[in-house]
């Protein structure tokens, strides 16, 4: 069973920087896999939005409001140890704040999936506040 557990979240100010990750288990990471795996975030009172996505190529897509200061990453020190997805926040804002989630899709037709992707698994989350 795929399990997917976040953590790194956490309160900065304005401007400073945190490193999410996110721990993936159930699954065997090969070079044959194909997957897409992401980070999506959800504001108080608002909707779920993507902020970023990878696939097993390595192809990466953002959404708009945090390019240039969001980046996605994998563990691809070794094949099995691909289990480990990373979202790198610098200079962030406010506007940041909400609870951060992983997810991932492990099947076919996953490759140069954007932010719009749909994914079969989610974690529980990691809280974000970024104070002013």
């Known amino acids: 069973q795929v399990q997917l557990v976040e953590s790194g979240g956490g309160s900065v100010q304005a401007g400073g920087s945190l490193r999410l990750s996110c721990a993936v288990s159930?699954?065997?990471?090969?070079?044959?896999?194909?997957?897409?795996m992401g980070w999506f975030r959800q504001a108080p009172g608002k909707e779920r939005e993507a902020v970023a996505v990878?696939?097993?190529?390595?192809?990466?897509?953002?959404?708009?409001s945090v390019k240039g200061r969001i980046t996605i990453s994998q563990d691809s020190s070794q094949d099995n140890a691909k289990n480990t997805l990373y979202l790198q926040m610098n200079s962030l804002r406010p506007e940041d704040t909400g609870m951060y989630y992983c997810a991932a899709a492990f099947r076919w037709n996953t490759r140069r999936c954007g932010i719009y992707f749909s994914m079969d698994y989610w974690g529980k989350g990691t809280l974000v506040t970024i104070s002013s």
């Open positions: 159930g699954y065997t990471f090969s070079r044959y896999s194909e997957y897409c």
């Open positions: 990878i696939d097993s190529d390595g192809y990466t897509s953002y959404a708009d």
